[in-house]
T-cell receptor, first 113, second 112 residues
Framework: NAGVTQTPKFRVLKTGQSMTLLCAQDMNHEYMYWYRQDPGMGLRLIHYSVGEGTTAKGEVPDGYNVSRLKKQNFLLGLESAAPSQTSVYFC????????????FGPGTRLLVL | KQEVTQIPAALSVPEGENLVLNCSFTDSAIYNLQWFRQDPGKGLTSLLLIQSSQREQTSGRLNASLDKSSGRSTLYIAASQPGDSATYLCAGGMDSNYQLIWGAGTKLIIKP
């Protein structure tokens, strides 16, 4: 049981490049989330999904897109990376009640030059 | 708009001491309050979850309390150990949406 895994662990991009972050969970969770964490700030929700084929915007969705084609996977895309998107990105999943605890992946550190 | 604040941002105490971490929130309409631990370069691990109908939760040396009327939650760590060194984050679950509202965390250092 691997829990929540994220790929890649670290990436450097140049401004304007695109990339996709992959999140996978093997706990059969309905809900999945993408957060970003910046120094001195709490986690901020980018997008989330309440089930396969569904996505919704969180607090800071601009510049990001997501897809949930399979229940176990949640992809985060950056179409044209900007230096302001330098951050640590965390994926999380939970049971189908948002009141339940969330299980986190190890994070992806992204540096945009 | 819900805001969650954790003060202090950093705390250093000698091993063996009991300590309290604070979390305050502005909107009492929270559904639950969760405490997480984050080790350097790692993801977050859930420690305790308190539902709005509860006053406290305990797990081993950890005890978390929730007072909705005053907008405060505390995480009590008994007999602290160097292995407790980490950043501790609290997050409030809002009944109106799916989002958790996060504090910025308290970085805790336990000195041997």
């Amino acid at each position: 049981n691997a829990g929540v895994t994220q790929t890649p662990k670290f990436r450097v991009l140049k401004t304007g490049q695109s990339m996709t972050l992959l999140c996978a969970q093997d706990m059969n969770h309905e809900y999945m989330y993408w957060y970003r964490q910046d120094p001195g700030m709490g986690l901020r929700l980018i997008h989330y999904s309440v089930g396969e084929g569904t996505t919704a915007k969180g607090e800071v969705p601009d510049g990001y897109n997501v897809s949930r084609l399979k229940k176990q996977n949640f992809l985060l895309g950056l179409e044209s990376a900007a230096p302001s998107q330098t951050s640590v990105y965390f994926c999380a999943s939970s049971y189908p009640r948002y009141q339940e605890t969330q299980y986190f992946g190890p994070g992806t550190r992204l540096l945009v030059l | 708009k819900q805001e969650v604040t954790q003060i202090p941002a950093a705390l250093s105490v000698p091993e063996g001491e009991n300590l309290v971490l604070n979390c305050s929130f502005t909107d009492s309409a929270i559904y639950n309050l969760q405490w997480f631990r984050q080790d350097p370069g790692k993801g977050l691990t859930s420690l305790l979850l308190i539902q709005s109908s509860q006053r406290e939760q305990t797990s081993g040396r950890l005890n978390a309390s929730l007072d909705k009327s005053s907008g405060r939650s505390t995480l009590y760590i008994a007999a602290s150990q160097p292995g407790d060194s980490a950043t501790y984050l609290c997050a409030g679950g809002m009944d109106s949406n799916y989002q958790l509202i996060w504090g910025a965390g308290t970085k805790l250092i336990i000195k041997p």
